[in-house]
Nanobody, 116 residues
Framework: QVQLVESGGGLVQAGGSLRLSCAAS????????MAWYRQAPGKQRELVAG???????SYEDSVKGRFTISRDNAKHTVYLQMNSLKPEDTAVYYC??????????WGQGTQVTVSS
């Protein structure tokens, strides 16, 4: 059974930091593209950051320079370090695992709220 379990969300003031974690089980973690998405109320889910199995990184423009995605294949965990948080970063953040010719998997989401 595949599970993606996010943690690390919470309430933080603008300018603060949070670190999200996503622990995966039931997949060959090192072979998967891992990503963080977010969905704010009334908006579509959007890709925030991704990391390939080879370690190539990508970021949505609004988070470049503030967020850092990383992975620890030994721990089957992907991280999202979020610095200089802004109220517009408020959303539910979801972990995603994707691999060509395989199913995609989602975590249950973790709430991030940034107060002004």
């Amino acid at each position: 059974q595949v599970q993606l379990v996010e943690s690390g969300g919470g309430l933080v003031q603008a300018g603060g930091s949070l670190r999200l974690s996503c622990a995966a089980s039931g997949i060959t973690f090192s072979s998967y593209y891992m990503a963080w998405y977010r969905q704010a109320p009334g908006k579509q889910r959007e890709l925030v950051a991704g990391i390939t199995s080879g370690g190539r990184l990508s970021y949505e423009d609004s988070v470049k320079g503030r967020f850092t995605i990383s992975r620890d294949n030994a721990k089957h965990t992907v991280y999202l370090q979020m610095n200089s948080l802004k109220p517009e970063d408020t959303a539910v953040y979801y972990c995603n695992a994707n691999r060509v010719f395989h199913m995609a998997y989602w975590g249950q989401g973790t709430q991030v709220t940034v107060s002004s």
